[in-house]
């Protein structure tokens, strides 16, 4: 296909949101709503046509480049559509679709939880902005394109997740999540105009990061990104932001708007060849810890989308981690190693979109039918939810990295690239550090899979703990189940055609790296083989040694020592599960367990036991606290000059002006 | 490397490899046990008891939980058919049960794969709702996230060192970069057996045949499992018994000298007689040592760590 109807299908697609951004906008002021339907369409097609642009750019050999739209202050308003892009587009479509088709499912659009009137119109507004920012985000071509779009981006995002807003936890979410992209921005803004400073222009594409002059740039960005991906130590917002925003939002958030981050960190380091070894080892470090400080703090909590959150911040941790090795790698001059960690990076960056987004949408599916997301109150659900469980349950074998999933794929790439590291002879420091990253990046898998046999495990089996989860069971195919089902759908065709998905990152691949190698032949492990062996062995199993026994089958009541019928009571709770795990760490979790036993008799009959778990984040007590104080108390200091006087504002202004004519002078 | 083209070799080599994934897993269990019992001055129950306990499980009929979901009785077959995957690719005997070059015994698959099979195992003790299941599986994935990083580490030393992250190359009998490291050989056996000690729930981790659930783990999973469905689950660790002991000396064999083990019949009489006084030294250790309180485990399992870092460290520096 020619560029041509790639840049007809963007602008379609950019059509389509702004168009129903005005139709919103009008409808509000007719007083009335807009159709759900109308909405719906024009979001779906808007990322429809998206989609259709990204494969018709696909190999199209040149970037598009959709030039000089219109002045726009300090240069031309430009896009391109360049391989790189192009992943990130896909991704962008389909969980698009994804949210879109469960929208009606998950939003109530009568009423809310606390009675209130649900503003459709506002909803599908921000949607559809979000949507735009994303798109053209991922399009920009200049460093002032790109920071307007962003700025869209993160005004969508923050404004959804104050969707429920008379919630006190929602409004703090959305101030938290407004902080951090405020941060971000400003950092991203420095370090822009030091590239413009260094460059003498905005476009991406002429910015190289290799000689020394870069570096505070560079470390900007990194920064900035790890903000906005919601790295350690600036991942405090991500927990509250996510677990605000309603669902199908929710899982645009978590699966996609994070990723722009890891997006721009391609686009400007990898591409533009940073070569700064303290921006390599920091964003090595900063990687490792959020991956084993998100999945520990994931593992303990109780609330099934702050879980979630958690589990991005170990997720994204895991991306940059890949990014620092492909930049390493090609400082000390390894281009297959570099391409191994690069096609990680974007393999990965996409699956944990596809898996994440799914399983928001299954805890989102969750929230809506229990009214609780807290895993103390859940159970039982894979009787009452059965389509949402055998989602949620491929979405977690896929987050854990387990064969033969997408999410197995990519980190093997990761694992590959670290293991072939230390095989060469680079530095010793470098193979000592890769070597090491193998048994961490392990230590972390294993800590994923007993989050998610947690999240599954209490949440959809057993029995359930309270009168919340015993709704009445799902019946028939709804459109947030049909949503989940592709989605994980998408998961095991990922990871069992992984050969095929990485021949498609190739263009990308080749771009950042610069070599023909084809991103298929990195990943030589022969999962699709492997799974056809093992379904055909399992089923066999199956069909000749339980399948003939399942007549003679006797249903009986789980075993219970004798003592009668076992309440729900008696069930291992989420905390009681992670306990062990959370007493090992308690010095980074800051555990404490107090039990309290009232009774005459108390050690052998009790007639009270209050058993509370506290658990006290170290960072956000003690640093994100102190930081909050400071913040806090130079504003109440600056107040006093803000006197309200026309008089000395007039001489600030004038002070100002004088400061400003003496600096033009001396520089 | 070429695929071998001798028929006989590959019939010869297939041939003693099914027989001994048949045999050898319930027999190391029978072994294990008859001697505990020696230890104990009893007579104990037949070497062959495993595989007659099977076969009356398999007969029986099968009792199911209420609370059950579809996961309880898919989960015993998915284990099974993950330890009989493992058993091709893990280099658990001196065979190569497949020819070279069809699927690589890679390292990361296999540590994921045995991550497959634990996940399907801690959800099905997790289906009943039983507060025995619940605890077994909190103990699994504890224990499990404590000794992967050793597990993983060993491994990825010997790869490192061999230059290659296929096991079935790293282990091979021809010469390769590791013959020799006799050091790096020996740490990272016990290292590996060190870890299956807690992988298969063996005595100071685990006490198998205690008659009280709430400090068991491995048998706590499966108390809810029955007939059928608890043979397979059975069949599934014996295999992975086998499996962890037999890797574990293979790193052994690496340490002794190559001209003994020069021909195939050679090679093969020390890999099954290796795995069986694997199980004779685990029965010598359950008989003198008590089973750890549950608090000090992190401790036993630093020392399968320790190994782990000692090969990291001569893996590095040579």
Redesign the interface.
């Given at each position: 296909m020619a560029p041509p109807n790639c840049i007809l299908l963007y602008g379609l697609a950019c059509l389509a949101w702004t168009i129903g951004v005005a139709f919103t906008i009008i409808a509000d002021l007719l007083k009335t709503k807009l159709s759900n339907r109308l909405a719906l369409a024009l979001t779906a097609g808007g990322a429809l046509s998206a989609g259709m642009g990204a494969i018709g750019n696909y190999q199209a050999g040149i970037p598009v480049n959709f030039t000089a739209l219109k002045h726009f202050g300090l240069t031309t308003l430009s896009f391109t559509g360049d391989n790189l892009a192009i992943p990130f587009i896909l991704l962008l479509t389909l969980v698009a679709l994804a949210s879109t088709l469960s929208t009606r499912d998950l939003i109530d659009s009568t009423h809310n939880k606390e009675g209130h009137r649900f503003q459709s119109n506002h909803y599908y507004r921000l949607i559809l902005l979000l949507l735009l920012g994303t798109l053209l985000v991922l399009l920009s071509a200049n460093a002032i394109t790109f920071l307007v779009f962003w700025e869209v981006m993160s005004v969508a995002a923050a404004s959804l997740i104050t969707s429920e807003h008379v919630r006190h936890r929602a409004q703090r979410a959305a101030l938290a999540y407004i902080t951090a992209s405020r941060l971000a921005t400003a950092l991203l803004t420095g370090a822009f105009l030091w590239m413009y400073h260094q460059s003498g222009t905005f476009d991406f594409a002429s910015w190289q990061f290799q000689s020394n002059s870069t570096f505070p740039a560079a470390l900007l960005i990194l920064l900035a990104v790890c903000i906005k991906a919601g790295i350690w130590p600036a991942h405090g917002y991500l927990p509250q932001s996510y677990a605000e925003a309603p669902g199908p939002a929710a899982a645009l958030i978590s699966g996609v708007i994070g990723k722009t981050a890891i997006y721009l960190l391609l686009r400007l380091l990898v591409l533009g060849n940073c070569q700064h070894s303290w921006v390599i080892y920091i964003a090595l470090a900063l990687g490792t810890i959020s991956c084993i400080w998100g999945i520990l703090f994931a593992l303990v909590e109780r609330d099934l989308k702050r879980l979630l959150a958690f589990s991005s911040v170990e997720n994204m941790g895991l991306i940059i981690i890949a990014i620092s090795l492909s930049m390493l790698a090609r400082k000390e001059g390894l281009p297959v190693i570099a391409a191994i960690a690069v096609t990680g990076t974007l393999f990965h960056a996409f699956n944990h979109g596809v898996f994440k987004s799914l399983l928001m949408l299954a805890a989102s599916t969750i929230d809506k039918k229990a009214h609780t997301r807290d895993l103390a109150q859940l159970?039982?659900l894979?009787?009452r939810l059965p389509w949402t469980?055998l989602a949620f349950?491929i979405g977690s074998?896929a987050i854990?990295?387990?064969?033969p999933s997408n999410g197995?794929a990519s980190?093997?790439l990761i694992?590959?690239a670290f293991?072939r590291m230390?095989?060469e002879s680079v530095p010793?420091h470098d193979?000592?550090i890769s070597?090491?990253m193998?048994?961490?990046l392990?230590?972390v898998?294993?800590?994923s899979?007993?989050c998610y046999?947690?999240a599954?495990?209490?949440a959809?089996?057993?029995?359930p703990r309270s009168k919340q989860a015993q709704f009445t069971p799902e019946t028939g195919l709804s459109g947030s189940a049909m949503a989940l089902v592709i989605l994980s759908a998408i998961c095991v065709f990922l990871g069992t055609s992984a050969g095929i998905c990485l021949r498609a990152i190739t263009p990308a691949l080749a771009e950042l790296n610069g070599s023909g190698i084809d991103a298929a032949n990195l990943f030589?492990?022969?999962v699709a083989?492997?799974s056809l062996?093992?379904l055909i062995?399992?089923s066999i199993?199956?069909l000749c040694?339980?399948g003939p026994?399942s007549t003679?089958?006797?249903?009986?009541?789980?075993?219970d020592c004798g003592y009668g019928p076992?309440s729900?009571r008696?069930?291992?709770t989420g905390s009681?599960?992670?306990?062990?795990?959370g007493r090992?760490f308690s010095q980074v979790l800051q555990l404490k367990v107090e039990t309290n036993i009232t009774g005459r008799d108390r050690r052998h009959f009790p007639e009270g036991i209050k058993v509370e778990t506290r658990m006290t984040p170290f960072i956000e007590t003690t640093v994100y606290k102190r930081f909050i104080e400071m913040v806090n108390f130079s504003s109440l200091t600056l107040t006093r000059l803000q006197t309200g006087s026309i008089h000395v504002h007039l001489l600030y202004l004038f002070l100002t002006m004088i400061v400003l004519v003496y600096l033009g002078t001396v520089l | 490397m070429s695929i071998e083209t001798n028929t006989g070799e590959i019939l010869k080599n297939s041939g003693t490899f099914l027989a001994s994934l048949i045999i050898l897993p319930p027999l190391t269990i029978g072994i294990l046990r008859k001697t505990k019992a020696r230890f104990q001055n009893r007579i104990g129950a037949p070497l062959l008891q495993p595989f007659f306990d099977l076969a009356k499980l398999?007969q029986k009929?099968?009792?199911?939980?209420?609370?059950a979901?579809?996961?309880f009785?898919?989960a015993?077959?998915?284990n099974?058919?993950?330890m009989?995957?493992l058993s091709l690719l893990i280099p658990w005997t001196s065979l190569t049960a497949i020819p070279h070059g069809i699927?690589?015994a890679?390292?990361?698959?296999i540590?994921?794969?045995l991550?497959?099979a634990?996940?399907f195992t801690?959800?099905a003790a997790?289906?009943?709702?039983?507060?025995?299941?619940?605890?077994g599986?909190?103990?699994e994935?504890?224990l499990?996230?404590?000794v992967?990083?050793a597990?993983?580490?060993c491994l990825?030393?010997l790869?490192?060192r061999a230059?290659t992250?296929d096991l079935s190359q790293v282990f091979s009998y021809e010469a390769t970069r590791l013959t020799g490291q006799y050091g790096l050989w020996f740490l990272a056996g016990c290292g590996l057996f060190l870890s299956s000690l807690v992988e298969l729930s063996r005595m100071p981790a685990d006490d198998p045949t205690t008659h009280l659930e709430l400090t068991m783990v491995h048998e706590a999973m499966i108390?809810?499992n029955s007939?059928?469905?608890l043979?397979?689950a059975e069949i599934g660790h014996y295999i992975k018994v086998a499996l962890l002991l037999g890797l574990s000396w293979q790193c052994f064999m690496h340490c002794l000298p190559s001209h003994l083990l020069s021909d195939w019949t050679a090679r093969a009489i020390a890999s099954t007689g290796g795995i069986i006084s694997l199980a004779l030294f685990i029965a010598l250790i359950e008989s003198l040592a008590v089973k750890l309180r549950?608090t000090k485990l992190?401790e036993f399992i630093a020392y399968a760590v320790a190994m782990?870092i000692f090969s990291?460290l001569i893996?590095?520096s040579v």
């Open positions: 159970g039982g894979a009787k469980m349950f074998v854990c990295a387990l064969p197995f980190k093997w694992y590959q293991f230390a095989i010793l193979r000592a070597l090491a193998l048994g961490i392990s230590f898998g294993a800590l899979l007993a046999t947690k599954i495990g209490i959809f089996l057993g029995r030589p492990v022969a083989q492997l062996f093992g062995t399992a199993i199956y040694i339980l026994r003679g089958m006797k249903t009986y009541i789980t075993w076992l729900a008696a069930e291992e009681s599960f992670s306990h062990p795990i090992i | 398999l009929n099968e009792t199911v939980s209420e609370h979901s579809w996961l009785r898919i015993p077959c998915i099974l058919t993950v009989l995957l699927i690589s890679d390292l990361f698959l540590i994921y794969l991550g497959l634990r996940f801690v959800l997790l289906d009943t709702g039983s507060a025995f299941g619940g605890f599986a909190s103990r994935v504890t499990a996230l404590l992967e990083p597990v993983m580490l990825a030393c790869g490192v230059g992250s108390l809810e007939a059928a469905n043979a397979l549950w992190p782990a990291y893996a590095l």
